[in-house]
């Protein structure tokens, strides 16, 4: 088997077209219906339910209180957007932080998620948060294990990174399969 990887030359929002249309293209041709989208204040949702029209879109959320305490950095707005076009948002705890975040602040211990992810970051923060967003979404019920999807996040904003990948539930984490790396910035 043969597969194409593009790698762009920087990371961030300037690559979203690109890295969602590459996403399109090859959910096409395997057949993959269902879509798991990191995404901060919405737009990359916005776009994604757009891009992916007739596939189940889960746009997955920091968690209330990320940023600054009893706020969400999801819009009202960008919220009635996606879910006005049949996509689903998903705010939850992150799978790698969960209370080991608790940990590392309070008592500056760096537990397993942290070395989950850091590990994960050398690939590029968007394979780190790909991986994520997907336990995420299985352990709540919206993405089945038993068939591949495909994850998109990025580097901060937007999106740059594009993945195939089989899921799982968080417990079973170490059964994740990336199968195909789509795109991602190459630094």
């Not at 993959?32 to 989208?37: D, E, P, W």
Request: with cysteine.
């Amino acid at each position: 088997m043969e597969g194409k990887t593009v790698y762009f030359d920087s990371p961030g929002p300037g690559n979203m077209e690109e890295t969602l249309a590459i996403a399109r293209a090859r959910a096409e041709e395997l057949g993959i219906r269902t879509i798991v989208v990191a995404t901060t204040v919405g737009d990359t949702a916005v776009r994604s339910v757009e891009v992916f029209e007739g596939m189940k879109v889960i746009a997955v959320t920091h968690v209330a209180g990320m940023r600054e305490p009893n706020t969400q950095e999801f819009t009202e707005e960008n919220r009635q957007k996606v879910e006005s076009k049949g996509g689903i948002v998903l705010t939850t705890g992150h799978a790698f932080t969960g209370i080991g975040g608790a940990m590392r602040k309070k008592f500056q211990m760096y537990l397993l998620g942290d070395v989950i992810a850091n590990t994960l970051r050398i690939f590029g923060q968007g394979m780190k948060v790909v991986c994520e967003i997907a336990l995420m979404a299985v352990d709540a019920g919206l993405v089945r294990t038993d068939e591949e999807i495909i994850a998109i996040a990025g580097s901060g904003r937007g999106a740059d990174t594009a993945v195939v990948l089989k899921p799982v539930n968080t417990s079973d984490f170490f059964d994740m399969k990336v199968r195909e790396i789509l795109c991602k910035p190459h630094f």
